[in-house]
């Protein structure tokens, strides 16, 4: 397999060679792949579908069904950031929804929505474990708690001046 | 494993261990309803209508997915589990169209079945029920999202199953829909089994939809005409201005060899019957030189009078016949019977599409040898030699998918291509196309005879220290190699057989004499006293012309007439129509073939579906035929040969033995021991059956056939109950057939091609045209 032309970088072609003997059966590692590709990719793409359904030993139609099962897996582009307002009860109850309905209307963007420059894309999604420091948004990987509108305001201009950089 | 005791319903059952409860349960009769779950396909536990109540459970459990163990006490009905199962109904009406008036499940729907049952008629739902437009898939697979419950039976089966995973299901929650692999369209191998083993009407079929409702059909179970499996296929018929049309096939009975099994050409290919081009009229060659209907009398007496005039001046060596793959096991002999002893000639023959009478010969003598189509659903290994059975024997390929999957059992493929089922096998190894018989002399041990690999010694290791072996081989093995192989799997301890050749009954058009040099039972030509005392007239003594030889003589003048019965050899041996100018042509068919368009006369014929009889499969099961549908105008291949028999004045009563006394008795003989009385009657006495009434019965001369060829004198009951039963291979008494031609020409049919007769399948042709087909013919054969 690691001879084979890959889309992905070497680094993440040889974790995959390893992910598929890891498990009883090469199938499991479907899942995990599809995860890793898409940090790496952006998003899950044609290309991607058809690589990691070569990869894993199942035909492309079975990638998409799992893929399509996930709503963190994604099978378009989006933003740089993805902010990621949680209004679950906890966060509900500290202000998620204000918080979200304040992101949209700074960001000009709804929900699954992107911003023209493509730096932001925004989510509303279901408890991301953060309930002790509602209300709590997560940008790609990094968690923002205790929020109210100003200090959003704080965090999405940090991610703006890193964008520039 | 060991058993387990539990109460179900306040009765105390037993059960395996391991045994799932809802198995459990519907074996001693107490049937607990789903949706989802599918007998020998993967639990799902989707639907969550088998739910029952288990003491010390603390909700409600679905019983598919959980075993019996000891001391477990159930309650399926209660209540509680009413009030589940009526949630769950209703849950699943929610989107579901009411439009069972028009959909196809209508009337064997499970989920109408359910509603009647658990009453969920009344929805609670104020919402809009979400319509999606029907789709269509490929040629024969119509998809209704909304009448969709979601119970994966078409993903499983087509993935376990069919092992094409075809179909999965995409998102999630109420936004589930099954998908087809290519977005809006199938790209399968086109068998149906997921419109068949849907519960409700969301995959609908091509040739059916909109067309009927099941009660509306008889339904009558018969064999597949096509290949060489003889699958079991239930017809659904109804009365036409022009006799009685099919308008499906399935199995849903799970009846037969095949269970719940069909492919594209026994679900679909039943629509040649009405194919525009059947002849429904007889037609003979005119002076001007071209075809023209006449009348049945008319076509019958001219044939008679010419046969019988070409015999009396030229002798029956100017005469030849070749049969048919394809007609019933009566029909094959009747055909050798006339030939030889109306006709005098030994000059028969047919397409081989196998090597059976080396097959016979070398399992004489050694009982229990040859494989059913069941075993290889049991066997514990199988070795696969030549053939693809994926393509030309898809009913095997089920048997040996769904044993490999529910058993484990170990598949060894040896074959020139990349044959799909080595997907499914334990160890493989890719032969030279012409290695197949030094390959079976390495097995045998021979290091000398194929030039080995590490690979293709541990294969024959592996099968060497198998103690239980199911050899099937396809026509590349013939004569002496099969013969090697035999020997070869007799040194094992216990091996069993089984010989791939191509049509419905190829193995019984060889069993009943259609053969220049052998009788039925493969008895020698030259050893016909018992044939020739029951014929009451001598038969011919020298072996015949085969059928490439017949050709060659009608080329030079020698071959003054030619009967051909379901064949298109001119077609399939690429015979220069000339060489047939000068020989007095009958052909027997449902169309105008190449070689029906060069006869002087042709009989429009009866296919399979439109007579009854037995037929034989590759493998040895002998199944009945029953008629299922007719078309006005046409006769069957035996009332034609009987017409004609009488009108050339032979008596039909010495060809078939009907009625009371094939030999005139007025007492004055002294019993079958002297031979004098007659046999027939007696034996049909001794055997508890009553005389056939009829000249056209082919029961009359099934009685024969079981008298005269030992192997297939085996118990009726089981055959008319409608299930196979096995020959006894053993018992055929064949001599060495060393040196012998063997003649094979396979078929190379692959799934959508079924001989001259797929031609005249317009479904067949439309799924071979459409994009939708996985494997695509590489050319269209012809028979």
Known sequence: MATETTIFSPELAARFDKLVTLYPVRR???????????????????????????????????????????????????????????????????????????????????????????????????????????????????????????????????YREKAQK | M??????????????????????????????IPAFCYYPNLSLQAACRMCVVRIEKMPKLQTACTTVVTEGMAVTTESDEVKQSRKAMVELVLGNHPLDCPVCDAGGECELQDMTFTYGAHE??????????????????????????????????????????????????????????????????????????????????????????????????????????????????????????????????????????????????????????????????????????????????????????????????????????????????????????????????????????????????????REASLRDFASARAILLLGNDPTNQHPGLAWQIRTNVRLNRARLYVANHEDVRLRRQARASVILPSDGYASFVSYLGGNDGAFRGSDLTASFRDVIRKEESLLIAFGSELRGRDIQALVDFGLSLPNTKFACLGDYVNSRGAADMGLLPDLLPGYIPVSASTQFAEEYGSALPAQAGLDLIQMFDAAGQGDLAALYIVGANPVSRYGIDPSALKNTFLVVQDMFLTETAALADVVFPAANLYEKAGTVTNTYGDLQLVKKASDRAGVRTDFEIVVRVVDKMGAD????????????????????????????????????????????????????????????????????????????????????????????????????????????????????????????????????
Request: glycine share 8%; proline share 4%.
């Open chain 1, 28 to 158: 499991s590692a479907l899942v995990p792949m599809l995860l890793y590709a898409q940090d790496e990719v952006g998003y899950i793409s044609k290309a991607v579908v058809a690589e990691v359904a070569r990869r894993v030993g199942v035909l492309e139609n079975d990638v998409v069904s799992v893929l399509s099962y996930y709503s963190m897996l994604r099978t378009q582009p989006i933003g740089k950031f993805n902010v990621q307002v949680c209004t679950n009860i906890c966060c509900m109850l500290r202000g998620g929804n204000e918080l979200f309905e304040h992101c949209k209307k700074r960001l000009g963007i709804g929900h699954k929505g992107t911003t023209a420059d493509g730096v932001f894309s925004l989510e509303e999604v279901e408890c991301i474990g953060a309930c002790s420091w509602a209300p709590a948004v997560q940008v790609n990987y990094d968690f923002h708690e205790n929020l109210t509108p100003e200090s959003m305001d704080k965090v999405l201009e940090e």
């Open chain 2, 123 to 368: 929805s609670r739902y104020v919402e809009i029920k979400q319509h999606r437009d029907e789709q269509q898939w490929s040629p024969v697979v119509f998809f209704d999202r909304p009448r969709c419950i979601m119970c994966y039976r078409c993903v499983r089966v087509c993935a376990e199953g069919m092992d094409v995973w075809a179909l999965a299901v995409d998102n999630r929650g109420v936004s589930s829909v099954i998908a087809p692999n290519e977005g809006d369209s199938l790209l399968c191998e086109q068998c149906g089994m997921c419109i068949d083993i849907c519960p409700v009407g969301a995959l609908t079929s091509g040739t059916y939809r909109y067309k009927t409702r099941p009660w509306e059909m008889n339904h009558v179970g018969t064999i597949c005409t096509h290949c060489g499996d003889g699958c079991k296929t239930t017809l659904g018929v109804r009365p036409v201005n022009d006799g009685v049309e099919i308008i499906r096939g399935d199995n849903r009975d799970k009846s037969g060899i095949n269970g719940d099994f069909l492919c594209v050409k026994g679900r679909y290919a039943f629509d040649f019957a009405h194919h525009e081009g059947r002849l429904t009229k007889p037609l003979v060659r005119q002076t001007d030189g071209k075809l023209a209907p006449v009348s049945w009398e008319h076509a019958i007496d001219f044939t008679a009078k010419k046969l019988r005039e070409i015999r009396d001046t030229r002798g029956g060596n100017a005469i030849g016949v070749i049969g048919s793959n394809r007609t019933t096991n009566e029909e094959a002999y009747l055909l050798q019977k006339f030939a030889r002893s109306v006709l005098g000639t030994n000059n028969i023959d047919h397409h081989r599409t196998a090597d059976y009478t080396a097959f016979a010969a070398a399992l004489k003598d050694k009982p229990g």
């Open chain 2, 2 to 31: 060991a058993d387990v005791t539990f109460t179900v319903d306040g009765k105390k059952l037993t059960a395996p261990a391991g045994t799932l409860l809802i198995e459990a349960c519907r074996k001693a009769g107490i049937e």
């Open chain 2, 652 to 783: 039909p009563k010495k060809l078939v033995p009907f009625g009371k006394g094939v030999r005139a008795d007025f007492g004055q003989s002294r019993g079958a021991e002297t031979g004098e009385a007659d046999r027939h009657a007696v034996w049909l006495v001794a055997n508890h059956l009553e005389p056939k009434l009829s000249p056209f019965d082919p029961f009359a001369v099934f009685d024969e056939i079981q008298r005269l060829v030992p192997a297939y004198n085996v118990p009726r009951l089981n055959l008319l109950l409608g299930n196979d039963e096995h020959l006894k291979s053993e018992l055929v008494q064949i001599e060495s057939v060393a040196g012998r031609r063997d003649l094979v020409l396979p078929a190379n049919d692959v799934l959508y091609t079924s001989g001259t007769l797929g031609r005249y399948s317009a479904k067949l042709e439309e799924v071979v045209a459409s994009a939708t087909i996985l494997m695509k013919p590489a050319e269209t054969a012809a028979d």
